[in-house]
């Protein structure tokens, strides 16, 4: 079992920056992968970023590339999602989550990962 806490959500201007935070705790997280999703409203939860820990390599969706760097802090069992150049399209509920069985082919499934957390509201005023 493993629990994920999302903190550092908030409410920023277009072009600010945010980091989010994703607390695990339970079991070791080797040969997991972690991953960052997010929901807007009306909308279906999308693929943002993961990484994978043990190795550090990391993927993101092409909307988010080189505006959004995807981390991991292995001390503290915490995954970082640092966002810039924020817009309004960026507005959405974010969700940390993690597998240990995720492909790389599919990634960017939301089914395919089991542990979720209870996620966090970023809102980008125009």
């Known amino acids: 079992q493993v629990q994920l806490v999302e903190s550092g959500g908030g409410l920023v201007q277009t072009g600010g920056s945010l980091r989010l935070s994703c607390a695990a705790s339970?079991?070791?997280?080797?040969?997991?992968?972690m991953g960052w999703f997010r929901q807007a409203p009306g909308k279906e939860r999308e693929f943002v970023a993961c990484i994978w820990w043990s190795s550090g390599s990391t993927y993101y969706a092409d909307s988010v590339k080189g505006r959004f760097t995807i981390s991991r802090d292995s001390g503290k069992k915490t995954v970082y999602l640092e966002m810039n150049s924020l817009n309004p399209d960026d507005t959405a509920i974010y969700c940390c989550?993690?597998?240990?069985?995720?492909?790389?082919?599919?990634?960017?499934?939301?089914?395919?990962?089991?542990?979720w957390g209870q996620g966090a509201q970023v809102t980008v005023s125009s």
């Open positions: 339970g079991r070791t997280l080797r040969g997991y992968t």
């Open positions: 989550a993690a597998d240990s069985r995720i492909t790389f082919q599919a990634m960017r499934d939301v089914v395919e990962y089991d542990y």
